[in-house]
C-alpha cells in the first residue's frame, strides 16, 4: 500500500497482524524493530489451518468477516496481513472492508530479481500462494526477464509450526521439498529464492544449509515492516515508547501444544494467548 497517514503521535501506534497460524509472527519481530514501543495485536486463524487446503470464496469471506471483526474491536490504526495466501486472495477485499491501511505481504520477485545475476530465481511457497494469478502478474511486473521456478510445498508450514515448538527440522523433508526448486532442469542456475509463505521464516536456516553455496534467501519481513511504519506515518523519535512487547495474541481454536506455543509466543513480546469467538461464515467446501 502506498502513501501514508499521520496517526496521533502521542501514543504508541497499534497495529494488528493477521495469520492462519504462527508464520506472521516472524513480521511481528520486524515490526517491534522498526516501530518500538507499538501495540501489536496478533490474530491467527488457527481454526481453518492451513488457508492453502480450504475453498477461495470460503476464505475470502472468512477472511474479510474476521478482520474486519477485529478492526471494530481492537480499533488498530493498520492491519497487517502477515500471510501470503490471504494477501494474494483476499488483500483487495479486505481494503475496500476495513477502515483503516491494509498492508499486505506477497512473494518477494521483485527483490529477487533485482538480485539475481544468472536471471533464474525461485519461489517456495505453499500450493495456494503458487497457483494465484497474482504470483504470474508479479513476474510479469517486476522480472519479465528472468525464469522464475516456483514450487508449492504442503508440508513446510507444518514443520515451521513444529520447529516454533522448539522441535527439530526433518532434514529429509526439507532436502525432498528443495528439490522442487534445484532439481528442476534449471534449477542449478537460481541464484535468488523469494519466499512465498511467512511461516517459512522459522525454517530459513535449514533451507540455507540445505541449498547450493551461494544462494540469497529472501524474507519480505523486514520490507513489510518498514511499509508499515511509512504507511502510518512513524519516525523515529515521533512516537512516545509503550511496553516492550504490549498487545495480545489471539488464537480462533485452541491450538495444539499450548506450553510449548506460549514458550515461543514469549519470544515475540506475548504473554500467552486467548481464543477469538469468530463470525459466523459459511462452511467451507473445500
Known amino acids: 500500500m502506498s502513501g501514508g497517514q499521520q496517526t496521533d503521535i502521542t501514543r504508541p501506534p497499534r497495529v494488528l497482524a493477521f495469520d492462519s497460524g504462527i508464520g506472521g509472527l516472524g513480521i511481528v519481530a520486524a515490526l517491534r524493530e522498526a516501530m518500538p514501543g507499538a501495540e501489536i495485536d496478533y490474530l491467527a486463524d488457527t481454526a481453518v489451518y492451513p488457508y492453502g487446503e480450504q475453498d477461495d470464496a470460503f476464505l475470502t469471506e472468512r477472511i474479510v468477516s474476521l478482520v474486519r471483526d477485529a478492526v471494530a474491536r481492537l480499533h488498530p490504526d493498520a492491519v497487517v496481513v502477515a500471510c501470503n495466501t490471504a494477501s494474494t486472495l483476499a488483500l483487495t477485499a479486505l481494503r475496500g472492508a476495513c477502515p483503516v491501511p491494509v498492508i499486505g505481504c506477497v512473494p518477494p520477485i521483485r527483490w529477487a530479481a533485482r538480485l539475481s ?92 544449509e540445505a541449498s547450493p553455496a551461494g544462494v540469497a534467501w529472501l524474507d519480505p519481513a523486514e520490507a513489510v515492516a518498514k511499509q508499515t511504519a511509512a504507511v502510518l506515518g512513524v519516525h523515529p523519535g515521533t512516537r512516545k515508547g509503550g511496553a516492550a512487547g504490549s498487545g495480545q495474541a489471539w488464537f480462533t481454536a485452541q491450538p495444539d501444544e499450548q506450553s510449548r506455543l506460549e514458550t515461543g509466543l514469549r519470544r515475540f513480546g506475548y504473554g500467552g494467548f486467548s481464543l477469538w469467538q469468530v463470525p459466523s461464515t459459511r462452511v467451507s467446501a473445500g
Open 117 to 208: 545475476r544468472t536471471r533464474v530465481i525461485g519461489l517456495l511457497a505453499t500450493k495456494a500462494t503458487v497457483r494465484r494469478p497474482y504470483v504470474a502478474s508479479l513476474q510479469a511486473q517486476f522480472a519479465p526477464d528472468c525464469t522464475l521456478i516456483a514450487h508449492g510445498a504442503r508440508h513446510l508450514a507444518d514443520s515451521a509450526e513444529s520447529v516454533f515448538r522448539g522441535a527439530m527440522a526433518d532434514p529429509a523433508l526439507i532436502r525432498r521439498e528443495l528439490a522442487g526448486l534445484f532439481g528442476h532442469p534449471d534449477g542449478g542456475k537460481i541464484d535468488a529464492v523469494a519466499l512465498g509463505c511467512t511461516h517459512y521464516t522459522f525454517l530459513m536456516d535449514t533451507f540455507r
